[in-house]
């Protein structure tokens, strides 16, 4: 469902790589999409890897990319702290997959290492929560229902932690990064009705709760939760807006040594 959701933007990430990188990192790859696309546009002369924390996840790309016979591959492992090869991909990206690092400068800098001189850096992130009402209706809605639901923290790893376009700057910048570019960008982001009841009771702080919730609450904040949602239905489709930002940079500075030291 989520791939099909972030389809127009898995197309503008895959489409910024230039033709001519051969080996890329995709970040916080969760099932594969993204990954598995540009596996497709490298073809046999490349190849991408993707990274992820999640167990069943990777496992899901795998067979993903098992069916599909291509030249992508998965890890389960923290880009954060992973030993990367030094200096092996032309090119690193993410749908999505950068506002969870706990400390983000050591995690760029730790791609840094893995970037080639000259690599390209390409990312997608959500701009703030203002800027997406449709990403927190689910948590306004249930609010008088569960005063007690944890609430966001803007600084804190998490969905929109990048939504400080300076902030993200200075994460790439003490990181060793370079030609640093980011451009707000909006897609219009759509999924079947019949999936949403799933969607708003699966996700974000309020999939959280519910996990716990006994079967009357959970009932009552569904119907209720699900009723806000009415002004993205149309017909048999949800949608919306998603506003993001298109962030960019390029490895032609020396990288970090350590990147706890330049936080």
Request: aromatic share 8%.
């Amino acid at each position: 469902m989520l791939d099909g959701m972030f389809r127009p933007l898995q197309d503008r990430l895959v489409e910024a790589v230039s033709a001519s990188a051969r080996e890329v990192l995709d970040i916080g790859c969760g099932t594969g999409a993204v990954a598995l696309a540009l596996a497709r546009r490298l073809g046999a002369a490349g190849r991408c890897v993707g990274i992820d924390i999640s167990e069943p996840m990777i496992a899901l790309a795998r067979t993903r990319a098992d069916a599909e016979g291509g030249s992508a591959e998965f890890l389960c492992a923290d880009a954060q702290t992973h030993a990367f090869a030094p200096a092996r991909f032309d090119a690193i990206v993410s749908r999505f997959g950068v506002m969870f690092f706990a400390d983000p400068v050591a995690a760029f800098a730790n791609l840094r290492r893995a970037a080639k001189q000259g690599a390209e850096l390409h990312l997608i992130a959500w701009r703030g929560a203002a800027d997406n009402p449709f990403m927190t209706t689910a948590e306004r809605a249930a609010a008088p229902l569960l005063p007690t639901l944890p609430a966001r923290k803007p600084d804190g790893p998490g969905q929109f932690a990048f939504a400080d376009a300076q902030r993200v700057r200075r994460i790439l910048d003490d990181s060793g990064w370079a030609e640093i570019d980011i451009q707000p960008i909006e897609a219009t982001c759509s999924f079947p009705e019949s999936e949403l009841v799933r969607y708003l009771s699966r996700l974000g702080p309020l999939g959280l709760f519910l996990q716990e919730a006994d079967e009357r609450t959970r009932a009552e904040v569904v119907k209720t939760v699900r009723a806000a949602f009415d002004p993205y239905v149309h017909g048999a489709e949800v949608r919306y807006r998603a506003a993001c930002w298109m962030i960019g940079a390029r490895a032609w500075s020396a990288p970090a040594s350590n990147g706890a030291d330049r936080a």
